[in-house]
């Protein structure tokens, strides 16, 4: 806590950071066995990336990928070699790097494998889901799942399987997730005999007790440098509001253990997976041993604005260590990042090595990231590290994967562009919490993308937006400020393509801020390209990745309307999947028409001293 207290006065006055950005893409690795028609998760990673890593560790500074392990023992994680900067030309190279990459993991596959960007594997924790297949050990071992091995985890590093026992452990029991099914004319109530075993199981409920859930799926995050701090507090704020609409956006993951779900996310499913309060803190017993009750996982969205203009919309009561954050208050912190970082201590650790235990916080951080790392919410702010170049940093982490590097690169920046339009434009997004936490749970329903509507901002200009912005906005102000609501329900297409008289739209509003840039000609076609997509998925012109997967296992001809997906609908799913991603066969219905972009693997020359 001292270093904490230390490192953010240190660095509160630092300026002149460049905009420096980058995205992280999950994969799993899949088996296909043609003969038997079966898809399976390879549990390969670690071997694979041990051949990844050996280019960085010859030549750190020059590979073009960085390669890290995720908690599944299927598991890989992607980056840019290098972070993008203030270029407009840096949004025509993100989709050829992740092409890259998805090559370079390809390098290292069996020849009956497959890398694939899917979100959540469908028959995760059916029997013999994973090559090679284990047996799950309810009674022993770091998870003890009636269905998920604790094989299945990442061997490479203890931190993963050390997570899933402290967790299981500090709660008192098993974790308990819970999504109800999709009632199809032969489903069976009960779904299957997981209430016999466990009293956590819903009858009419998909029921899944392990880390491995959650943690086992795969998601697109983005991180930004900002200039100073109040940039990076204003970011944190104002790209809240945005992460319930681009979770409903990017809804990839429908199907879980076997299952068709009545859900289109993850969100609640690793929520619940990392869930480790106690009855106490959950408020179902009277307080023995714990003092605070939570009313979240730690996996979940944020819980308080940190700028000035965020504070009065804090409107749901902070939990925080007030001993914690007297002391901050007295190093000199400021009461919203005060309570910010006292919040985060309300937490226990759930991952401490012992080696880490004894630490001198004048100069290590150790202790401060071990609570931040494992606080797991749609935002975070990122303090810069010692003694390091690297700047106030926000990550944006609600989206879900998609299938193919056209779909994730045109998210990203899509993402990326908005906040270049927050900033330049100097609008306000904000709305209060307790809005923010009703639109998390509104996105993750069957269909949100085309049928929910979402609390959002109607008036968007401040008083010191430019003129620029206020034209684009002008169309939608008819009535007296006073008299508008502040914030209205609308769809995602109202959010992101405008509603006449009411709100401009996201698309809109970028397409001003570009149109005051000097882009070159590819880097124009490609980022009207990934607007258009946006625009389409938004409209309900192209269907989300949760429903175009819904679509294909109710129409398969093997099933049995009876909500289960079959070895076979699972393989001929994750074969088209990987013929879709590979461009073997098109999907107007997921991607349109037109998903050719001008990418380019690298900046021109002569655009690399254009500022954006």
Known sequence: MLFTTKQVLFYRDRQGDVLKWGDEVEYVIIKFDSEKKQAKLSLRAKDILDELNEKERQDPAGVKSLWRP???AYMIEGTPGKPYGGLMAHFNIVEANMKYRREEVKKYLNHDEAILTLTSFPRL???????????????????????FPDEAIFPGHPRFKTLSRNIRERRGEKVAINLPIYKDVNTVIPVDDSYLHSKAALPDHVYMDAMGFGMGCCCLQLTFQACNIQEARTLYDQLAPLCP????????????????TDVDCRWNVISCSVDCRTEEERGLKPFKENKFVINKSRYDSIDSYLSPQGEKYNDVPLVYDEVIFEKLKNGGIDHLLAQHVAHLFIRDTVSLFSEKVHQDDEKDTDHFENIQSTNWQTMRFKPPPPNSTIGWRVEFRPCEIQITDFENAAIVCFVVL??????????????????VDENMQNAQKRGACSNQKFWFRKDITTHVSPPEANKCCKSALNCDEALCDQFIPMTVNEIINGKEGEFPGLIPLINNYLSGMDVDADTHCTIQQYLKFIQKRAAGDILTTASWIRNFVVSHPDYKNNSKVSDKINYDLLKTVNDIQEGIISCPELLGYSIMSKTKESIPTALTKEIC
């Open 125 to 147: 924790g059916c029997e013999d889901f994973s090559d090679p297949p284990y047996t799950p050990t309810p009674n022993e071992g770091a998870t003890r799942s009636l269905f």
């Open 418 to 435: 908005l906040t270049r339009v927050i900033l330049s434009y100097q609008l306000n997004f904000i709305i209060p919490i307790s809005k």
């Open 245 to 260: 609409i681009m979770l409903a956006l990017t809804a990839a993951s429908p199907l879980h253990r076997g299952f068709i």
């Open 70 to 72: 995720e908690y599944g």
